[in-house]
């Protein structure tokens, strides 16, 4: 999160300003007039609200209560639960005083008993009629009062409802902490990093709720950033980092909450085959260009298989292959090229939600995702750039099955029973999303995301999904939203010298073309095809885009429209020498078997 240097010394002021409100909100005795504070979370789709604050016997009280309640029936309920704590603090007060005088010849004097604290609301200095519905009572800024106690109601304010740091944190690397937020976004919200001041110096802050919101004790010392993501140095390994952040919206903020790292920071992997690669991409292009990513991943759910370690990657270190290891890299690598648009193959769920999302949108980029079976698609575009105004998502053997723009296809398919089978078993998929530039409404374009099948026999298989892919593009780039251009990325599990390659870049496929047979004569499937998109390969034919002990070839592309888009620059691969520092890939300093292909475009 970048701002110009004006920007930042005003949010510091306000940062000074809210810290020093924490203080206050944090201290346990309360400066003489200044009010409690009583939030209360209340939203339309839902029945009732919930009421928080804390009684002057320091418990916390957390109502919920039905949103067409009077507001009688709720300030009776916390008039009786006010009571009660003042009944377990007096006998508390009681047990205490009277422990070291177990031998007194008989008991003290009863204490009085208490009466019920009255409790009001007003609003405007005027009392709220108690039977005003909940839901119109409770409004921002009124006072409640329990007894002699002062609360300012604050009704909606902005507040985390999720809130947590990594599990693994190297130096050297971006920590970009998972957050959701209610009432607020996390660029009006407020963030400043602490580090252990020694290694084990730390003392724990005694936990329950009233922790999140206590200043960092003597043994944390500032790091000096306030943004959303640290990266910590050489000089932080050892240490455990700390995160104390207040939510807002631009306009207030809510209360504050401090999260500390369940690890220590560990030494990094050193130089990394991406590190070169930034030097290029330290920049986000201007409006002209679009930086274009496409990179396959490698899916957890196939890294951390015994076949993966003993077979695929036996050269790769085993904690290389661990997720957590990995998540840190892919964050590092993919925020360092500061693009505009991602797609990602090979990624699982939880991958998605509680790694990519929470480091690109730190970087300004939003998401969608597409599930296939145990992993996925992702395409993330830089908001500051696009809107995304529509997705247009297939499971290619579901399409092909039901949709009449495949009839022609699926006609000659179902001549070939056997190819037909291993087609419709096949569950690849196709994202695509149609994005509207922010700066000219006029200019969209279509981005489309898919992994082929993977099998080395299944050359035909893939000749058919592409054409099923090719054709919906052109619906939705030709029917949907005439003339818009296409940028096409992927795994396409074909080196150009297979009929997947010929037919995109040809525009045809002859049905005597050798892929047709490419499991056998049993299989066969001779069918002639064509498409009418003009597209080209905008990174070329590389050597390999896939590089592992057993096989390396091309298998990766970024297909783009040749009549609206030009590429200005490729982004330069990693050396044959850095690709196998390590043997192959992946390893400690790559974190997949794929290699990201990164390029410029630019509008005609």
Not at 144 to 167: H, M, S, W
């Amino acid at each position: 999160m970048w701002r110009l240097p004006g920007a930042r010394a005003a949010l510091r002021g306000v940062r000074a300003a809210v810290e020093r409100h924490s203080r206050a909100e944090a201290t346990t005795e309360t400066v003489a007039g200044a009010m409690e504070r009583a939030v209360v979370r209340c939203v339309p789709s839902e029945p009732k609200l919930s009421l928080s604050f804390v009684l002057a016997d320091g418990s916390h009280k957390n109502m919920q209560r039905d949103q067409s309640e009077p507001l009688g029936r709720a300030l009776s309920r916390i008039a009786t639960n006010a009571l009660k704590g003042h009944a377990k603090a007096a006998a508390a007060k009681k047990s205490r005083k009277n422990r070291p005088n177990v031998a007194c010849a008989g008991p003290g004097p009863e204490p009085a008993a208490a009466c019920e604290p009255v409790v009001k609301l007003y609003y405007r200095e005027e009392a709220v009629a108690e039977d005003v519905l909940n839901v119109d009572a409770w409004q921002d800024g009124a006072v409640l009062q329990i007894g002699d106690v002062k609360y300012k109601v604050e009704r909606n304010p902005p507040a985390f409802t999720e809130l947590q740091l990594p599990c693994y944190i190297m130096a050297g690397f971006p920590v970009c902490p998972k957050l959701s937020l209610e009432f607020g976004d996390p660029a009006g919200s407020l963030f400043r990093w602490y580090k252990e001041a020694k290694p084990g110096s730390a003392e724990p802050d005694g936990g329950g709720p009233s922790s999140l919101s206590r200043l960092p004790s003597p043994s944390w010392t500032e790091t000096g950033v306030d943004e959303r993501v640290y990266t910590p140095s050489i000089a932080d390994i050892g240490l455990r980092l700390k995160l104390h952040c207040t939510p807002g919206n631009g306009q207030r903020f809510g209360p504050s909450r401090e999260l500390e790292s369940v690890c220590l920071v560990e030494a990094g992997p050193g130089t990394c085959t991406f590190d070169h690669r930034h030097l290029y991409t330290k920049k986000v292009t201007d409006d002209a260009l679009i930086r274009t990513v496409s990179y396959n991943i490698l899916a957890d759910t196939y890294a951390q298989t015994e076949f993966s370690r003993t077979v695929l990657y036996p050269y790769c270190a085993p904690y290389a292959l661990e997720l957590d290891y990995r998540q840190n890299l892919i964050q590092k690598e993919l925020t360092g090229y500061n693009a505009d648009l991602i797609c990602l193959q090979e990624v699982d769920r939880n991958v998605f939600t509680d790694s990519l999302v929470p480091a690109l949108e730190a970087f300004g980029l939003e998401g969608v995702f597409r599930i296939k079976q145990q992993e996925g698609l992702a395409t993330f575009y830089r908001k500051s750039k696009f809107i995304l105004l529509s997705q247009h998502d297939i499971s290619f053997h579901e399409a092909l099955e039901s949709d009449p723009l495949h009839k022609e296809l699926l006609e000659k398919v179902v001549l070939y029973p056997s190819a037909q089978e291993r087609v419709f078993q096949r569950s690849s998929v196709l994202q695509v999303s149609v994005l509207q530039s922010t700066k000219d409404s006029s200019k969209k374009i279509c981005v489309a995301n898919t992994h082929l099948y993977w099998h080395p026999k299944g050359g035909y298989i893939r000749l058919i999904q592409m054409a099923v892919a090719l054709t919906h593009i052109r619906h939705v780039s030709c029917d949907l939203y005439p003339g818009i251009p296409v940028i096409f990325c992927g795994d396409f599990n074909s080196t150009p010298s297979t009929g997947m390659y010929h037919f995109v870049i040809n525009g045809n496929i002859p049905e005597d073309h050798e892929d047709w047979a490419s499991n056998g004569e049993e299989e066969r499937c001779n069918m002639s095809l064509t498409h009418f998109l003009k597209l080209k390969s905008a990174c070329g034919e590389p050597a390999y885009t896939n590089y592992v002990g057993g096989f390396h070839g091309c298998l990766d592309y970024i297909f783009i429209d040749l009549n609206a888009l030009e590429v200005e620059q490729v982004i330069p691969l990693p050396s044959h020498e850095e690709v196998t520092t390590h043997q192959a890939l992946p390893s400690v300093s790559h974190p997949s078997d794929h290699i990201a292909l990164v390029c410029d475009l630019k509008w005609k």
